[in-house]
């Protein structure tokens, strides 16, 4: 059920580009991604609804390819700030299930 | 956003008690809310669903009778860990879904409560 994120961790120096890959085995209807910085709770980043949507947040930005199963996440000109664990997540009826995340360090 | 608050945010408790964490939706009404545990550097696992005015759904290996779950209004959801041991030390997450929003599946996340258990 659980969809599986690459890679496990990145560390990137401030300005440099990451892409997140979230994976499902199963039907996707929406995606959402996460951010979780150390000890507290995942942050809403954003929700794609549809195959081939794109959206936006800041200089984060994502894509949800609905026929492969799979949704990407795009960090440009990486700032400190963006550093913690990214999640995705997807609802399954009417339950709703986390990525295996993808830590990720901006060092200056 | 919609703000979901989680209660205790920390508890420590020895081993056998039973503890008990609120999560509550403040501004919203919850007619589904979520529980989750969060190892050390791993994801969050949904242990169950919570459906208000009626029984939670357990996620298979979720112990229904150690983990128990009462959604008794809409903006409330309990989760009671009893008889409670070392291994069940843990970070637990709580989120609900905000059925009036613009995204129904978006989930709102409590602060979280750190369980330690000597």
């Known amino acids: 059920q659980q969809p599986v994120q690459s890679p496990q961790a990145v560390i990137l120096r401030e300005g440099e580009d990451a892409v997140i890959n979230c994976s499902s085995s199963k039907a996707l209807y929406s995606v959402h991604w996460y951010r979780q910085k150390h000890g507290e709770a995942p942050v809403f980043l954003m929700i794609?609804?549809?195959?081939?949507e794109q959206k936006g947040h800041e200089k984060i930005s994502a894509s949800f390819n609905e026929k492969k199963q799979q949704s990407s996440l795009y960090l440009t000109a990486s700032q400190l700030s963006y550093s913690g664990t990214y999640f995705c997540?997807?609802?399954?009826?009417?339950?709703?299930?986390f990525g295996t995340g993808t830590s990720l360090t901006v060092i200056p | 956003g919609a703000v979901v608050s989680q209660h205790p945010s920390r508890v420590i408790c020895k081993s056998g008690t039973s503890v008990k964490i609120e999560c509550r939706s403040l501004d919203f009404q919850a007619t589904t809310m979520f529980w989750y545990r969060q190892f050390p550097k791993q994801s969050l696992m949904l242990m169950a669903t919570s459906n208000e005015g009626s029984k939670a759904t357990y996620e298979q290996g979720v112990e229904k009778d150690k983990f128990l779950i009462n959604h008794a209004s809409l903006t409330l959801s309990t989760l009671t860990v009893t008889s409670a041991h070392p291994e069940d030390s843990s970070f637990y997450i709580c989120?609900?879904?905000?059925?009036?929003?613009?995204?129904?599946?978006?989930?709102?996340f409590g602060p979280g409560t750190r369980l330690t258990v000597l």
């Open positions: 997540g997807t609802p399954t009826g009417n339950q709703f299930y």
């Open positions: 794609l609804l549809k195959g081939g």
């Open positions: 989120s609900a879904r905000d059925p009036s929003g613009a995204f129904t599946d978006t989930q709102y």
